[in-house]
């Protein structure tokens, strides 16, 4: 078999009890995509196939050069897969892990451009004794970096100073040094992965209307607003803070090139709303490429052949653009 001299996009096979393998079996046939391979048992597809009465040519490899366009290219993982839609099984849980150590070492190895993790059911993993509240955390431990969740489409590009931790627990997470951080880290990423030269990047809120002065919460003259001071200091082009009920409003959502939010909610709640199926989940931050569907395991909807896979599509296919971004722009640096 000739062997492929375009490196691929890996793909993780994240929870099978959901819709990860209709989407895999949905995506690979697209031509207009990037060249990826999924990391999986086998089996696991085999038998997806036979449920939803598909059929696929599959190409088991050995190599990710091994991958071939118009085959659902498959790497084997060690770990055996049980299988069941609508249903999660913690003994899948070594199998899901090895899946994405997989993926990250051939990164962290430059044999893949850039790996896209399909979703996870957390609560299964975290049962299993998994330490970690989802993708983001792990990513970042795994490549010792500091990384930061941003998600974007056509419209936005959005980031989540905190990501999966309780809403009680937010402010205490919310520092000088963290706000810095993730300026920092978001205006590398705009210029390297994006290509943006000169980022704006605006600064949210955390409490409603901004603190009212204080009387509703301090963090923002306490924490936020010292925060971006320092930084436009030091020459970086933030702006804020802006109330977070009006920073995604119609006169403002298109005057920066991004949006750094104080948590979760406050970040995807909108960038969801506003192009649910064309958002993609990326990791800034890390050594290697990371990019994700924006969406769940829709176990719901899991073998009723209702999932829509263009989430993964824009997600192989951005994080194949931001590979060759990044790679540019390090090369002129």
């Known amino acids: 078999m ?3 001299k375009k490196i691929p996009i890996a793909v993780t096979m994240g929870e099978p009890g959901g819709i990860n393998s209709e989407l895999i079996i949905k995506t690979y046939k697209n031509t207009q995509i990037p060249n990826f391979f999924l990391i999986a048992d086998p089996e696991w597809i085999e038998k997806s196939l036979i449920a939803l009465k598909l059929k696929s040519e599959i190409n088991i490899i050995s190599c990710p050069e091994e991958s071939k366009k118009g085959f659902l290219n498959i790497f084997p993982i060690s770990n055996k ?33 850039g790996i896209v993790t399909l979703p996870i059911l957390k609560e299964t993993l975290i049962k299993a004794g998994f330490k ?3 993708h983001t955390e792990y990513l970042g431990e795994k490549t010792e970096s500091k990384p930061l969740m941003i998600l974007f489409n056509e419209k936005i590009k959005v980031a ?3 990501t999966h931790i309780p809403i009680r627990k937010v402010s205490e997470k919310i520092t000088k040094k963290s706000i810095c951080d993730a300026i920092e880290i978001m205006n590398k990423s705009l210029r390297n992965d994006f290509g943006i030269a000169n980022p704006k990047i605006v600064i949210s809120s955390l409490n409603p209307h901004g603190g009212e002065g204080g009387t509703i919460g301090s963090e923002e003259i306490d924490i936020i607003i010292p925060s971006i001071i320092k930084m436009q200091s030091l020459g970086f082009g933030v702006y804020g803070p802006l109330s977070a009920d009006t920073i995604f409003s119609e006169p403002e959502v298109n005057k920066y090139d991004a949006k750094i939010c104080m948590f979760h909610d406050q970040a995807l709640i909108p960038v969801k709303t506003l192009d649910f199926y064309g958002t993609v989940n990326f990791t800034a931050g890390l050594p290697i490429v990371r990019t994700s569907p924006d969406h769940g395991t829709a176990l719901n909807i899991a ?10 599509r824009k997600a192989i296919t951005f994080a194949s653009i931001i590979s060759k971004n990044r790679k540019r722009n390090e090369k002129r640096t």
Request: no cysteine; glycine share 6%.
């Open 303 to 312: 073998g009723e052949k209702e999932a829509n896979d263009l989430s993964l």
């Open 2 to 4: 000739p062997l492929n």
């Open 160 to 162: 989540s100073l905190t």
């Open 132 to 134: 970690y509240p989802g």
């Open 81 to 113: 897969v049980r299988f069941g839609f609508k249903k999660s099984y913690q003994s899948n849980v070594p199998a899901i892990i090895e899946s994405l150590d997989i993926a990250i070492k051939l990164a962290l190895n430059k044999k893949v451009e």
